[in-house]
């Protein structure tokens, strides 16, 4: 609500072009657009100038890659990224792929980080990127970022993270981690759908990218078309709220989210998947044995919003790709599910999320029983 409110103004009082430098009306737009910056970039300790608006993350990501491999194409051609990452990261690697590009897909360890020494190793004279996500999408395993940082500045390498699920949750810094390019998303942090950012390093080095969409040369000529005033007032806002409830918000989901995993542990044979100690505050991704968890995610779902992986790729019924990667079998893949909290998520929808499993879980149980008992009879 906060939020909107803040977005409200754009759709009519302010309602001009934030590029129509000629008149008052271009001039309001464009102060709401440069306001937001600064909210955008304060939440990263970036300069205001590094910030590109993007309709959100997947294009921030395919800017980040895409717009190096091209521009980098006389250093090389090599890029290394994680098996892990979210398909917006992954498919624009295939996609490079199919260009000439060659991807090193570094596989993760079973708590779902990457190991430091592989990723050293993989780097060639021709290696241009290393990309790998802060934070992953459906386990909440949060990568040793300054320390891939560290590695990629020793190397001359530039490194991208796709922070969609660490910024507004978690401190993210850009000159603390060593970042040079990072996306991230407004819908991910209570703000509007359809706008994202991609930080771009303006020195220390200097970061270069060819556009993907050109035009009329918005954003330093990086990212061409009208800007979504509205939406990037929005996601200037949520930034400033993330940034400020930021502490006690990952706090009171820390408490949420154990109270939910201790909760479900009396379930039954459950257990976490991916790093413990090394994982956002609000994500749990919970395998369940020797229940049908396709099952129990239809049955649950009727109540609360859960997912078996991420939202982009729901569409499809395969096991996780981010679980398989951590070497979870296909089975257990397939019966993990995902719970995250967020700002508005109460002790009580816990408990009542609590209940609701461990019925379900009891009458699938009793519903397995019954059916051995059907199939020996
Ligand atoms: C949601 C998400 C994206 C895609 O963001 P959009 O703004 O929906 O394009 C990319 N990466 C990660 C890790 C995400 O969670």
């Given at each position: 609500e906060r939020v909107m409110e803040a977005m409200?103004?754009?759709?009519?009082?302010?309602?001009?072009?934030?590029?129509?430098?000629?008149?008052v009306f271009g001039w309001q737009a464009n102060q709401g657009v440069e306001q937001a910056r600064k909210q955008v970039a304060l939440l990263i300790n970036?300069?205001?100038?590094?910030v590109i608006f993007t309709s959100g993350a997947t294009e921030a990501c395919n800017l980040a890659l895409k717009g190096v491999f091209e521009m980098y194409a006389g250093k090389g051609n090599h890029i290394i990224t994680a098996a892990t990452e979210h398909p917006a990261v992954l498919d624009t690697c295939r996609h490079i792929e199919k260009l000439g590009g060659d991807i090193t897909f570094l596989p993760v360890k079973h708590d779902g980080l990457i190991n430091l020494v592989d990723l050293e190793k993989a780097?060639?004279?021709?290696?241009v990127l290393v990309s790998v996500m802060y934070?992953?999408?459906?386990?909440g395993v949060i990568q040793p970022i300054k320390e891939i940082g560290i590695i990629c500045k020793k190397h001359g390498i530039l490194f991208f993270t796709d922070a969609t699920q660490a910024a507004g949750k978690i401190s993210v810094n850009v000159e603390v981690d060593k970042i040079d390019m990072m996306a991230f998303s407004a819908h991910k942090m209570y703000g509007p759908k359809g706008v994202g950012a991609l930080y771009v390093r303006r020195?220390?080095?200097r970061v270069r990218l060819a556009a993907l969409i050109d035009g009329g040369?918005?954003?330093?000529?990086i990212r061409s078309g009208t800007l979504n005033v509205p939406g990037i007032v929005g996601f200037g806002k949520a930034c400033e709220l993330g940034r400020i409830f930021m502490k006690e918000e990952s706090e009171r989901s820390r408490k949420l989210r154990d109270q939910l995993e201790t909760g479900l542990m009396l379930t039954g044979e459950v257990f976490i998947n991916g790093s413990i100690e090394h994982r956002l505050p609000n994500t749990s991704n919970i395998g369940f044995k020797n229940i049908d968890g396709e099952e129990l995610l239809i049955q649950a779902s009727k109540q609360i919003a859960l997912s078996a992986g991420s939202a982009c790729t729901s569409?499809?019924?395969?096991?996780s790709h981010v679980l398989l990667a951590l070497g979870i079998d296909e089975a257990v893949a397939g019966s993990s599910i995902r719970f995250s909290s967020g700002r508005f998520t109460t002790e009580q929808e816990i408990l009542y999320t609590i209940d609701l499993i461990k019925d379900l879980i009891d009458a699938l149980k009793g519903k397995l029983v019954a059916e051995e008992k059907w199939r020996n009879s």
């Amino acid at each position: 609500e906060r939020v909107m409110e803040a977005m409200l103004p754009y759709f009519t009082q302010y309602y001009g072009n934030a590029a129509s430098r000629g008149h008052v009306f271009g001039w309001q737009a464009n102060q709401g657009v440069e306001q937001a910056r600064k909210q955008v970039a304060l939440l990263i300790n970036a300069e205001p100038n590094e910030v590109i608006f993007t309709s959100g993350a997947t294009e921030a990501c395919n800017l980040a890659l895409k717009g190096v491999f091209e521009m980098y194409a006389g250093k090389g051609n090599h890029i290394i990224t994680a098996a892990t990452e979210h398909p917006a990261v992954l498919d624009t690697c295939r996609h490079i792929e199919k260009l000439g590009g060659d991807i090193t897909f570094l596989p993760v360890k079973h708590d779902g980080l990457i190991n430091l020494v592989d990723l050293e190793k993989a780097i060639k004279p021709k290696t241009v990127l290393v990309s790998v996500m802060y934070a992953n999408n459906e386990t909440g395993v949060i990568q040793p970022i300054k320390e891939i940082g560290i590695i990629c500045k020793k190397h001359g390498i530039l490194f991208f993270t796709d922070a969609t699920q660490a910024a507004g949750k978690i401190s993210v810094n850009v000159e603390v981690d060593k970042i040079d390019m990072m996306a991230f998303s407004a819908h991910k942090m209570y703000g509007p759908k359809g706008v994202g950012a991609l930080y771009v390093r303006r020195k220390n080095p200097r970061v270069r990218l060819a556009a993907l969409i050109d035009g009329g040369g918005h954003e330093r000529g990086i990212r061409s078309g009208t800007l979504n005033v509205p939406g990037i007032v929005g996601f200037g806002k949520a930034c400033e709220l993330g940034r400020i409830f930021m502490k006690e918000e990952s706090e009171r989901s820390r408490k949420l989210r154990d109270q939910l995993e201790t909760g479900l542990m009396l379930t039954g044979e459950v257990f976490i998947n991916g790093s413990i100690e090394h994982r956002l505050p609000n994500t749990s991704n919970i395998g369940f044995k020797n229940i049908d968890g396709e099952e129990l995610l239809i049955q649950a779902s009727k109540q609360i919003a859960l997912s078996a992986g991420s939202a982009c790729t729901s569409a499809t019924l395969e096991p996780s790709h981010v679980l398989l990667a951590l070497g979870i079998d296909e089975a257990v893949a397939g019966s993990s599910i995902r719970f995250s909290s967020g700002r508005f998520t109460t002790e009580q929808e816990i408990l009542y999320t609590i209940d609701l499993i461990k019925d379900l879980i009891d009458a699938l149980k009793g519903k397995l029983v019954a059916e051995e008992k059907w199939r020996n009879s």
